[in-house]
């Protein structure tokens, strides 16, 4: 197993946070340093057990789509490396292959998510109201189904331990102004459709993914935090997709069936994950990685 690391501690560099997977860092006063940790959270619960190489998937799955999705919009890295910014050998092998470097950025107050198939709290609205967050949808929809066309569908931004709110994209321009959530919106969906198109020939279904977005100093939107990852979206394998219930996933969503079928009520303090679990979680993720990234 690789090694695991639950919390950073990087003594040389001011700590400005530790959210639900990842530690950030201050460096001098334009910089980040962001260290993404082999926590797991689930219906916005980090729980206490970790996945042992998650936040190394993570970062190397983020880098990926970093690069590919440069012609849509500009991200936060930076062009400062590991070893120009910790100096202490110890710090460099606790950061090697989890961490970045980036420009520090004003977040939006609101995440950006793109559905492009019938699932999770997608689902449940759907169900309750015949809608997906608010979007009227035709009758008949199964779980699972795949969507006429992909739809934004924006939330608010939970601190660790509340839950984020869907919102409509109304909401989301008082928050951020008209202009930027329509940028938002657009650079999302082009985002998404890159992913969903080369994931398809990796043999994933892309279901459903969140951005994050910030604003650098002459305004500009930027792509930050994590892109396309297992725990930023719902991944499931083409080969046994089948519409009427929740598929098989390389994703999170493994983990939060099972807190659901032991009858969790998603309310902290979460439970420890069975060594089992665990495992096949560790491995999803690894699989997820292999599928994306081998030969791309």
């Not at 997608?122 to 006429?148: N, S, V």
Request: glycine residues 6%; contains cysteine; charged residues 30%.
């Amino acid at each position: 197993m690789p090694d695991t690391l639950f919390n950073s501690d990087l003594e040389s560099l001011t700590l400005v946070n530790r959210g639900k997977v990842r530690d950030i860092y201050a460096v001098g006063d334009d910089h980040l340093l962001i260290l993404t940790s082999d926590r797991l959270s689930a219906f916005d619960v980090v729980l206490p057990t970790p996945i042992p190489g998650k936040g190394a998937v993570l970062t190397a799955v983020s880098n990926f789509w970093f690069e590919r999705t440069r012609a849509i919009i500009a991200n936060h890295l930076a062009d400062l490396t590991l070893d120009e910014v910790l100096s202490d050998a110890g710090e460099r092998r606790q950061a090697a292959g989890r961490a970045i470097v980036v420009r520090k950025l004003q977040p939006l107050p609101a995440e950006a998510i793109v559905r492009g198939y019938l699932a999770g709290s997608g689902w449940k609205d759907y169900k309750r109201a015949g809608a997906l967050c608010g979007i009227p949808l035709p009758e008949g929809l199964r779980e699972a189904d795949k969507l006429a066309e992909p739809l934004f569908t924006p939330s608010t931004k939970a601190e660790v331990g509340a839950h984020d709110e869907n919102i409509s994209f109304a909401r989301m321009a008082d928050l951020v102004g008209r202009e930027t959530a329509e940028k938002v919106r657009d650079a999302s969906l082009a985002i998404y459709a890159l992913a969903r198109d080369h994931a398809e020939t990796r043999g994933i279904i892309v279901a459903d993914t969140k951005f994050e977005f910030g604003l650098d100093e002459n305004g500009a939107l930027v792509l930050i935090d994590e892109v396309v990852t297992p725990d930023s979206s719902r991944f499931w394998p083409m080969d046994s997709y089948a519409p009427g219930s929740s598929p098989p996933s390389f994703d999170k969503q493994f983990v939060r069936d099972y807190l659901e079928r032991i009858g969790w009520d998603k309310k902290p303090p979460a439970p420890e994950l069975p060594a089992d679990i665990v495992a096949k979680t560790a491995e999803k993720y690894r699989e997820a990685q292999r599928r994306l990234m081998d030969g791309a």
